[in-house]
């Protein structure tokens, strides 16, 4: 029984950290928490910090976020959170949040894509101090008909 009372506590104090069942891995992981949202402008007037809903289709609560590393491979997928109004200078934009967590440290960067938008890269480096990964999306304006 003393013998095997090291052992668990070895167990149970690595496997809190996440370092037991990470096949072929030679050192400790260095996962962290990407953080941002998806920030769209031309949002209807109202009261910052209530439900919003943008003024384009492909950005809404529920919508996929992928992550995807400096090659274009996605690593990670996310959905976004419901909207939220935000006011700047009389300007009012949607802001939808998204989270991942547990992702590599080691890349330089990270590519975030939202619908079917170009990728957005972020420094992993600025990411890992807690800077939110903020996408923007303008709205254009349609043509009008002639």
């Known amino acids: 029984m003393r013998r095997l009372l090291p052992a668990l506590v070895l167990v149970l104090t690595l496997g809190g950290c996440g370092w037991v069942g990470r096949a072929d891995e030679t050192s400790k992981p260095d996962g962290f928490q990407l953080h941002g949202y998806v920030s769209v402008a031309g949002a209807a007037t109202g009261v910052p910090g209530t439900p919003c809903l943008a ?4 950005v ?3 919508a996929t976020v992928k992550v995807a590393d400096q ?7 996310t959905t976004l959170a419901a909207g939220v109004l935000a006011a700047t200078g009389g300007a009012y ?6 989270e991942l967590l547990n992702l590599s440290g080691s890349r330089p960067t990270y590519q975030i894509l939202v619908g079917d938008r ?18 923007d999306v303008a709205v254009t304006a349609s043509p009008s008909p002639s």
Not at 71 to 77: N, Q, R, S, T
Not at 93 to 98: A, E, M, Q, T, Y
């Open 93 to 98: 934009r949607c802001n939808f949040s998204f």
């Open 71 to 77: 090659d274009g491979k996605v690593v990670a997928v």
């Open 118 to 135: 170009p990728p957005v890269a972020f420094e992993t480096r600025a990411l890992r101090e807690g800077r939110p990964a903020v996408v």
């Open 60 to 62: 809404a609560s529920g």
């Open 55 to 58: 003024p384009v289709p492909d």
